[in-house]
């Protein structure tokens, strides 16, 4: 079992910066695939980045490719999404997850998620 609670959302004006943190409880966190999804207001969810249980692969939607980064420490059970350059377009409830067998696109594959930290960008 995995709990994982994510922090560091707010409010920002467009070209400002925010790093999300995601503290995941248990043993086995390393063991797990990480991926960050996010949802807007009358919009499915849809897949912002992903890092395999190592950190050694990163896998990020095209629309924030260049200016997100997602990064894992396992000594802190902890991942994070820098996201810099924020544009109005990435307002939305942003997800942390947890995924047993491998990251993924897909946010069907992800076994654990968290409750949500609300990122807004104002023009």
């Known amino acids: 079992q995995v709990q994982l609670v994510e922090s560091g959302g707010g409010l920002v004006q467009a070209g400002g910066s925010l790093r999300l943190s995601c503290a995941a409880s248990g043993r086995t966190f390393s063991s797990y695939a990480m991926g960050w999804f996010r949802q807007a207001p009358g919009k499915e969810r849809e897949f912002v980045a992903a890092?395999?249980?190592?950190?050694?692969?990163?896998y990020y939607a095209d629309s924030v490719k260049g200016r997100f980064t997602i990064s894992r420490d396992n000594a802190k059970n902890t991942v994070y999404l820098q996201m810099n350059s924020l544009k109005p377009e990435d307002t939305a409830v942003y997800y942390c997850?947890?995924?047993?067998?491998?990251?993924?696109?897909?946010?069907?594959?992800?076994?654990?998620w968290g409750q949500g930290t609300q990122v807004t960008v104002s023009s």
């Open positions: 997850a947890a995924a047993n067998e491998g990251a993924s696109h897909f946010g069907t594959e992800y076994d654990y």
């Open positions: 890092i395999s249980w190592s950190g050694g692969s990163t």
